[in-house]
């Protein structure tokens, strides 16, 4: 079958790759579309030591089932896909802490979604895989992997509708925390950020947008907030966002740490902030499948909308340029459509 192949740092080409083959209780789906992620530009730029080429990156899928050896599943079944699942029966997940399961990896996607064709092992397929509303459209539903890391993320989060919730972060996922935020009933929603196209579109989902090229973050949240947003997620691997976030948090509030920050960093901080002043500093990572089944109900539903977020469709052997253009911030969310035209790159 045909695949974007990641032969190492810089080099994916449209190549042949093994077709997977299923075991009992695994389904094999049609990628129908498979969104671009900030991982998968990571990979693509500096390798991983997770991946070891060839290899085929993408894991935000949905697509249609064209084998079943599991009971769950029929052909023609319109699903989207989680990429991994925790095993639920460690000390970690008993205690709810899924995403820090040591096997999260073990049950995972085969091969990656820039792929024509992928096996989705048993496991995934019973409690990771969920069924797409037959008048829901493809592309309404593959945002489903991103938001779930967001609903993730504001679960650890006190939200209620008295909230303020400052995003600081423009990409993608800072775009979908507020939509995110908002779902758990936030009264008020800022994002600040940098990029001046994706700042527009902010305009349509948070409540306030703070250009920090122009404006001075710090003095415009205390404008608006007045004591200091409850709730800050820092959406860019920034140590100085950090430790903005944790001077501007209100009494009581909660900074949350979004997104891997880079190797060999450290947060200095005032650990009064802590102790005197009741501060949360925390951090997630991942998703938990009720939490992708949560995110598309969102989807579905229209409470999130994906046409405001992915702005750019690219062919099967688009893809290493649809990673070098998420190297340059270009538009918002990028989705790789199996089905578009050879040579696909366009704006939607």
């Known amino acids: 079958m045909r695949a974007a192949v990641y032969f190492g740092p810089g080099k994916v080409e449209l190549d042949e790759f093994r077709e997977p083959i299923l075991e009992d209780g695994d389904i094999k789906i049609k990628v129908e579309l498979c969104g671009v992620c900030g991982s998968d530009i990571k990979t693509y ?156 579109r902010a305009k349509q989902l948070a409540d306030y947008v703070i250009d920090a090229n122009t404006c001075d973050v710090v003095s415009k949240v205390k404008e608006i907030t007045g004591e200091g947003p409850n709730h800050i997620i820092v959406a860019v691997p920034s140590i100085e966002a950090a430790k903005q976030a944790l001077d501007m948090a209100c009494l009581g509030g909660e900074v949350l740490l979004f997104g891997g920050f880079p190797k060999n960093q450290s947060l200095s901080l005032d650990p009064n902030r802590i102790h005197y002043d009741e501060v949360k500093l925390l951090g997630t990572v991942g998703s938990l499948p009720e939490e992708f089944h949560m995110a598309l109900t969102l989807l579905e539903s229209g409470r999130v909308n994906a046409d405001l977020f992915i702005t750019h469709r690219y062919s099967l052997d688009k893809v290493a340029y649809a990673l070098e253009q998420g190297t340059k911030q270009v538009g918002i969310k990028a989705i790789v459509d199996l089905s578009a035209p050879e040579g696909t790159a366009e704006e939607l």
């Open 45 to 200: 730029v500096r390798g991983t030591p997770y991946t070891i080429p060839p290899a085929v990156l993408g894991h935000e899928v949905v697509g249609t089932v064209v084998e079943s050896r599991s009971p769950k599943w029929q052909e023609g079944d319109r699903v989207a896909v989680a990429h991994y699942i925790p095993c639920g029966v460690c000390p970690l997940c008993l205690d709810g802490k899924g995403t820090l399961c040591p096997e999260l990896f073990d049950r995972r996607i085969d091969p990656g979604g820039f792929a024509e064709r992928m096996r989705i092992p048993r496991d995934l397929a019973e409690r990771a895989t969920f069924k797409i509303r037959d008048d829901v459209s493809f592309k309404q539903a593959v945002l489903a992997e991103p938001l779930a890391c967001c609903i993730h993320a504001a679960r650890q989060l006190s939200i209620s509708p008295k909230s303020s919730v400052l995003i600081i972060g423009d990409g993608p996922m800072g775009l979908l925390h507020t939509q995110t935020a908002k779902a758990f009933g936030a009264g008020k929603v800022i994002l600040s950020g940098m990029t001046p196209h994706r700042l527009q």
